[in-house]
């Protein structure tokens, strides 16, 4: 830390504004840090030095400070408003060019933390999750239509090549995890795919096709880093990843990304923000031109962050419609291949989830078993880890814990190559829920615990 001659009286009076302690302030601090892959030692003390002696937050911690207080307070705090020197613009803004941000994610995503940081790339920002307004979508798909760069020849060859390619990767994603492959996945699209963007378009077929197939694969990245549990990273590729769908003027992929950032954002324990986002992935042109299999996938998403505000009556009826759009689907060329996942045994997960949500243990319970006995457990290994990890714990709060370990042992035998932020919390989660009961002497439990210890230990 480097410090300054004067007290920061910007950030004691946004201290005071939050009605926070100190040490209140640096826990809020470390858990937003914790968000976005990071371990920081910051406590009341360090605080305290930032507030009476004017020292300036190191690494990623300025970042970190501003998210907490504006999480605090309800509304965006700049580093500027707390006497921090301001960092230049990044992808995360929304005017930032749509191909300078798809270099920027190629320069900041193959490089490790410490690196990424001394770049200025933001923490998961809550500020960032508020899309654009009417305006900024008409200007980016003009934008589209206006740009015009002399490069390399770019026909349909190229186009179906990009899609075959984007089609395998999800592939390898839904079988082994986020933590395979990402590198891949980025490398390709900040090479490959930024060369066609940057070319010349056999039509504008094609340049609409090009930018959607680069939306898609800059959404799958964020996607995987997500599944990883890396959320700066996912945050990032997210907003770039709308600004692709958006010059493309593809509203329902615009859609299936803004339903991603709504799903991590509950994850991350923020329902209201993901509750305005899957409200507008379900609104007007993105949910009307969607297929009918990705509108189950919408509404499901948006049903859940309805739940998560309490809102139960309203994500009942979101439940249903969803249900009726997938009943209405028919698997072939006429939908997307980003949802070919999306199934019935997707839509009795996320189900499940939305009625525990409500405290509908029962119902959720059942929807569980539906999607364990629907899903091709091979072909999705990973989720099938995740859904009988929830099982489990659904049974274990209804203290039925033999039947709980039994459901835990089959979680954990799918987990076998995968690698996944969402798996190590479910073996995290068997763990917590067994370790007061391992005196007891269940062999269940050891086992259970023991095995979830390992694959821990196998996947950190």
């Not at 009556?313 to 698997?331: F, I, K, M, N, T």
């Not at 989660?429 to 095995?451: E, K, Q, W």
């Amino acid at each position: 830390m480097a410090s300054v001659r004067e007290p920061n009286a910007a950030l004691a009076h946004a201290i005071a504004e939050a009605g926070m302690t100190n040490e209140a302030l640096a826990h809020a601090v470390r858990r937003v840090a914790v968000e976005n892959g990071e371990t920081i030692q910051t406590n009341k003390s360090t605080v305290t030095h930032w507030v009476r002696y004017g020292v300036q937050p190191s690494g990623g911690a300025g970042r970190y400070l501003v998210e907490a207080l504006s999480r605090r307070l309800g509304r965006i705090v700049t580093l500027g408003e707390i006497g921090l020197p301001e960092p230049s613009r990044d992808p995360l803004d929304w005017q930032t060019d749509t191909l300078s941000a798809l270099a920027a994610l190629g320069r900041t995503d193959t490089v490790d933390m410490d690196r990424r940081q001394a770049l200025g790339s933001a923490a998961y920002s809550l500020a960032a999750l508020a899309l654009p307004s009417d305006a900024w979508w008409t200007r980016m798909a003009d934008r589209g239509n206006e740009r015009r760069i002399s490069g390399r020849s770019v026909g349909l060859g190229d186009l179906q090549a990009a899609c075959d390619m984007a089609a395998l990767f999800s592939t390898m994603d839904q079988r082994h995890g986020g933590g395979h492959a990402r590198t891949a996945v980025v490398r390709y699209l900040t090479t490959e795919v930024a060369g066609y963007l940057s070319g010349t378009f056999a039509d504008d077929g094609v340049r609409r096709g090009m930018f959607s197939t680069a939306a898609e694969l800059t959404y799958l990245s964020g996607w995987m880093a997500f599944d990883n549990g890396e959320h700066q990273a996912a945050q990032r590729h997210f907003t770039v990843a709308v600004k692709l769908a958006a010059e493309a003027d593809d509203a329902s992929m615009a859609a299936h990304v803004i339903r991603a950032m709504a799903h991590q954002a509950n994850d991350l324990g923020h329902p209201k923000p993901a509750l305005d986002l899957a409200a507008a992935s379900v609104d007007g042109r993105r949910y009307a031109e969607a297929s009918p299999r990705e509108r189950a996938l919408l509404g499901v998403v948006h049903a859940r962050a309805l739940a998560s505000t309490g809102a139960n009556r309203a994500a009942a009826r979101a439940l249903l419609r969803a249900e009726d759009e997938l009943s209405a689907a028919v698997q072939g060329d006429d939908e997307p291949s980003r949802v070919f996942f999306f199934q019935e045994a997707s839509l009795a997960h996320e189900t499940a989830l939305a009625l525990r949500d409500i405290g509908d243990l029962a119902g959720a319970e059942q929807q569980l078993r539906r999607s364990v006995r629907t899903r091709k457990a091979e072909k999705f290994a990973r989720t099938h880890a995740v859904t009988l990890g929830y099982l489990g714990d659904i049974q274990a709060r209804q203290h039925r814990t033999e039947e709980a370990c039994a459901t835990w042992s089959a979680s954990l035998d799918a987990m076998e190559g995968v690698r996944s932020a969402r798996t190590r919390k479910a073996a995290s989660d068997m763990r917590a829920t067994l370790s007061p009961l391992r005196r007891r002497g269940i062999r269940s439990v050891t086992t259970v615990h023991t095995r979830a210890t390992a694959y821990l230990a196998a996947t950190a």
